[in-house]
């Protein structure tokens, strides 16, 4: 039996960032476990977006593009998708989403 097994009060949790706390790219980069430069070739290709884009404090992120980044981080590096196949795999992971929201809101099931 392994040491995590005997005591899960000891096993280490992934930091979940709180989806309204703004993050500067510096800890954004931290938290996403990339760097400063990623997060920025993110940016320009409409992977992600700063929530705000002030000239003297640079981009700032919220925890849901923390969680965005590390899911890109993810996909690019244990997946080996390239970033155009990540927008696809991002736009469709959306639009999955925008449906089940609104087959929940509407209560019926999708066939």
Do not use: W
Not at 63 to 71: K, Q, T, V
Request: aromatic share 6%.
């Amino acid at each position: 039996m392994s040491f995590s097994a005997q005591r899960p009060e000891m096993a280490i949790q992934l930091f979940e960032p709180d989806p309204h706390t703004v993050y500067n790219i510096e800890t954004a980069a931290h938290l996403a476990q990339m760097s400063r430069r990623m997060i920025l070739v993110y940016c320009k290709h409409g992977l992600i977006s700063p929530v705000a884009k002030a000239r003297r404090h640079g981009y700032s992120f919220n925890g849901n593009a923390i969680r965005s980044l590390r899911r890109i981080q993810n996909l690019r590096t244990v997946r080996g998708i390239n970033v155009a196949g990540i927008k696809i795999i991002l736009s469709l992971s959306n639009e999955v989403e925008k449906l089940r929201s609104a087959v929940m809101h509407n209560g019926s099931p999708i066939p």
